[in-house]
C-alpha cells in the first residue's frame, strides 16, 4: 500500500503542478490579454483623434476652396472697377488734351490778329507820316 500511497501522492502533486502551470498560463494569458486589450484601447484613440484630425483637415480644406473663390472673385470685381477707373481717366485726359489743343490754336489765332493789326497800324502810320516821328515819353509807356 505504501507504492499506492506514494503513487497516488505522485500523481497529486503531478497534478497540482499540471494544475500550477496551467494556471500560471492562464495568468500569462491573462496578463496579454489586459495589455493586448489596452494596446486596442490606446490604438481606437489614436484612431480617433487621427479622424478627427483628418475631418478637421477636410473641413479646412473645404474652407480654403471656398474661400479662394471668393477671394478671387473679389480681386477680379476690384480689377476690373480699376479697369473702369483707368478708361474714364483716359477719356477725361483725351478731352482736357482736346481742349488744350483748341485753346493753343485760339490764342495762336489771337495772337496772328494781333500781329496783323500791328502790322496794319505800323503801315498806315507809315503812309500818313512820310517824316520820320520822334517817340516821346508820354508815347512809350
Same mark, same amino acid.
Given at each position: 500500500m505504501?507504492e499506492?500511497?506514494? @503513487?497516488d501522492?505522485?500523481?497529486?502533486? #503531478?497534478a497540482?503542478e /499540471?494544475d %500550477?502551470?496551467?494556471?500560471?498560463?492562464?495568468? #500569462? @494569458?491573462d496578463?496579454? $490579454? @489586459? /495589455?493586448t486589450?489596452?494596446?486596442? #484601447?490606446?490604438l481606437?484613440d489614436? +484612431?480617433?483623434?487621427?479622424?478627427n484630425? =483628418?475631418?478637421?483637415?477636410? $473641413?479646412?480644406?473645404?474652407?480654403?476652396r +471656398?474661400? !479662394?473663390?471668393?477671394?478671387?472673385?473679389?480681386?477680379? $470685381?476690384?480689377?476690373d472697377?480699376? /479697369?473702369?477707373?483707368?478708361q474714364?481717366a483716359? =477719356? %477725361?485726359?483725351t478731352?482736357a +488734351?482736346?481742349?488744350?489743343?483748341r485753346?493753343?490754336?485760339a490764342?495762336?489765332r489771337d !495772337?496772328?490778329e #494781333?500781329?496783323r493789326?500791328?502790322a496794319a497800324s505800323?503801315e498806315? *502810320?507809315l *503812309? &500818313?507820316h512820310t +517824316?520820320?516821328? *520822334?517817340?516821346? &515819353?508820354?508815347? $512809350?509807356?
Open positions: 505504501a499506492s500511497e506514494t @503513487a501522492d505522485d500523481r497529486k502533486r #503531478i497540482n /499540471r %500550477r502551470v496551467a494556471d500560471a498560463r492562464d495568468d #500569462i @494569458a496578463q496579454r $490579454e @489586459a /495589455r486589450d489596452a494596446r486596442d #484601447i490606446q481606437d489614436r +484612431e480617433q483623434r487621427l479622424a484630425r =483628418e475631418l478637421t483637415l477636410d $473641413e479646412r480644406a473645404r474652407a480654403l +471656398e474661400t !479662394v473663390p471668393d477671394v478671387v472673385r473679389r480681386q477680379q $470685381e476690384a480689377i472697377r480699376s /479697369r473702369a477707373v483707368l474714364r483716359e =477719356e %477725361r485726359l478731352r +488734351e482736346a481742349s488744350l489743343h485753346s493753343r490754336a490764342i495762336q !495772337v496772328a #494781333i500781329q493789326e500791328v505800323n498806315g *502810320e *503812309e &500818313g +517824316e520820320p516821328t *520822334e517817340v516821346t &515819353g508820354a508815347s $512809350e509807356g
